[in-house]
């Protein structure tokens, strides 16, 4: 029987002054790892602008699988192997231990660390990582991500950036939109676009530094294409009606899109290079919200040719088209996990609009969350965990889940409704 | 008494056309000219303030007019009632040569770019309305802002009747 393990500590991440997001966990797993996480060494002049072994912590704390020993009961603070004494660590119950230490040079910084099979008595792994001293951030996330990694099998998507949207209520019917990037745990916000016309559908092509949205800037929706680090931005659509939700393709040669141009909403395939469309679906009832296959091959979307919104698929080649969800009266948004064997959707059943995770062999459906009026998934890319939209005390917040339902968390907005949150693919 | 009469037309005149001329000047002129000249004049002011006050009982009838239409949970058919006050707003189109925006709207349950279709297609059916009953197509622009622009944040279902509409602007 699962027992839940509720942490009330709202674990605020020492985020800048105006970060809008920050991170409550709400239920981890029932026998989280114990870690301990000595505070990194410090071999510069003054103290760190950052606490990279706190970053580490709570980077780890926040996937809801550890359980990061207090700082206060540590026995000692070792900074390299030499200095390490296991029966310390056994007296906490403590299955691993990282120690390090940050080292200056010119104008970056590198953090040596190593970590520790406290049972074994045994050092698992040693190794730097550097980063611009304005990063430090940047260190500590990789450092979490080697060391997840170790521990779990698993990649460690510490190293991620989110896209999200925020609206801010101006008067009846009108808001002021943002467009905003983050760090995956909230912190290093920057604003990519404000205006009082609404921002939809960022998504993230797989260079890790395209994106795609949905602007109505024109008074009209239109599909804008942007890239972060030059800050080039492009407008790709224009057509009469709908101009909405993009996709990426899984090599960014093309973006999936929802066109009404030709009478009802349908798919539609844009080549980048040369701009050519090609039409995906042909049928009077809605086709919206392409999402790709793996393989790129065919497009899951949603339609409610059938009467009410379900999922299905198509194949490119031959344009073949097949029903994949039956369960439930709502099925929409669907985003296939990144190793293809499940689809997230969001999903109403009897009750309210949930997260929901279809398992495309089997056709079953299991429910992830039980907040209320959940949508927008967006999956991490190692497949551990997602993020999603949800409402809680009457706003819109940002809200994740790990796939096995098993770890949930909420990253609330201190001004306004935040939604559409997109998580970047691997960076480096 | 003829020419009384002369000056108050020429005063109506002047104002229909907002020239904002001295209405001695327009007196003098008519009187010079002959009674033929006021006669057009009189009867163009007449015809002038005519337009003037349909226009303007338009733009009153259109101010008094139900200009937002709502719409059943993932529904697009428009009620009795709505195809009434449609009727009331097309009577004032016919005598107009005004453009429409039809902005449609849906309430916040389900997915966002699902509610952006769903906000086209209720705008789509009173665009529809429209031009079956003779609103040339032309005059017609509609565009769907899904859910991104809710009247009433709140989740009850009373808010999300509001939020489910149609406004023509």
Redesign the interface.
């Known amino acids: 029987m699962r027992v839940f393990l509720f942490i009330v500590v709202a674990l605020v991440l020492s985020s800048p002054v105006n970060a809008e997001l920050t991170i409550e966990i709400t239920q981890g797993v029932d026998n989280p790892t114990s870690i301990a996480i000595v505070p990194f060494g410090w071999q510069g002049s003054g103290i760190p602008k950052e606490d990279v072994s706190g970053i580490v912590q709570a980077d780890l704390f926040r996937t809801g699988q550890f359980a990061p020993v207090d700082r206060d009961d540590m026995l000692s603070s070792p900074q390299q192997q030499s200095e390490v004494y296991y029966r310390d660590w056994r007296a906490l119950g403590v299955d691993y231990l990282l120690v390090g230490r940050l080292i200056p040079s010119e104008n970056h910084m590198v953090a040596q660390f190593e970590l520790f099979d406290v049972y074994a008595e045994k050092r698992i792994l040693t190794g730097s990582q550097s980063g611009a001293i304005s990063d430090l951030r940047g260190v500590a996330h990789g450092v979490s991500d080697r060391v997840y990694e170790k521990i779990t099998g698993i990649r460690g998507a510490f190293s991620t950036r989110i896209l999200y949207v925020s609206?801010v209520?101006q008067a009846?019917?009108?808001?002021k939109?943002r467009l905003l990037q983050a760090d995956v745990d909230g912190a290093g916000e920057e604003v990519i676009l404000e205006q009082s016309q609404?921002i939809?559908?960022p998504s993230w092509a797989p260079d890790g530094e395209t994106i795609a949205y949905v602007s109505?800037e024109t008074?009209?929706?239109a599909i804008f294409m942007h890239n972060l680090r030059t800050g080039v931005r492009q407008q790709l659509t224009n057509f009469k009606?709908?101009n909405?939700?993009p996709a990426w393709s899984p090599d960014g040669r093309q973006l999936a899109m929802?066109l009404?141009k030709d009478g009802s909403?349908d798919i539609y395939v844009m080549d980048i290079a040369t701009r050519q469309l090609k039409r995906v679906t042909r049928h009077f009832a809605?086709d919206?919200?392409p999402s790709w296959m793996p393989d790129g091959k065919s497009i899951i979307y949603?339609s409610?040719r059938g009467g009410?919104?379900q999922i299905y698929q198509v194949t490119l080649a031959t344009g073949y088209e097949e029903r994949l969800t039956f369960e439930g009266s709502?099925n929409?948004?669907a985003r296939v996990v990144p190793d293809g064997s499940g689809i997230i959707i969001?999903h109403?059943g009897t009750g309210d609009?949930h997260i929901a995770l279809l398992n495309i062999d089997k056709g079953s459906i299991e429910v992830l969350t039980e907040t209320?009026?959940d949508?927008?998934p967006s999956i991490s890319p190692n497949g551990a965990m997602l993020l999603y939209a949800t409402?809680y005390q009457?706003k819109g917040i940002l809200a994740a889940v790990s796939l096995d339902g098993g770890v949930k968390f909420r990253l609330p907005s201190r001004f306004g409704?935040v939604?559409?949150p997109a998580w970047s693919p691997f960076l480096r | 008494m003829k020419t009384k009469k002369i000056q108050l037309l020429s005063v109506i005149f002047a104002f229909a056309f907002m020239v904002g001329c001295a209405s001695n000047d327009a007196d003098d002129s008519a009187v010079n000219t002959g009674d033929a000249a006021a006669q057009d004049a009189a009867e163009q002011a007449a015809a002038n303030k005519a337009a003037a006050d349909a226009a303007a009982a338009a733009a009153a009838a259109a101010a008094n007019l139900t200009s937002v239409f709502y719409f059943d949970f993932d529904q697009a058919t428009l009620s009795a009632d709505t195809r009434a006050e449609l009727d009331a707003q097309i009577a004032v189109l016919k005598n107009a040569n005004t453009k429409v925006r039809l902005e449609g709207h849906a309430d916040e349950r389900g997915t966002r770019e699902y509610n952006m279709a769903l906000g086209e297609r209720r705008a789509n059916a009173v665009a529809n309305y429209l031009i079956i009953n003779g609103i040339e197509r032309y005059r017609v622009e509609t565009v769907s802002y899904g859910e991104e622009r809710p009247i009433n944040s709140a989740s009850t279902d009373a808010a999300w009747a509001e939020n489910r509409r149609v406004e023509l602007k």
């Open positions: 609206a209520k009846a019917g009108q808001f939109f609404p939809l559908t109505f008074t009209r929706p009606g709908l909405g939700a929802v009404s909403p809605i919206t919200e949603t409610d009410r919104p709502y929409a948004r969001v109403k609009y209320a009026l949508e927008s409402k009457g409704d939604r559409e």
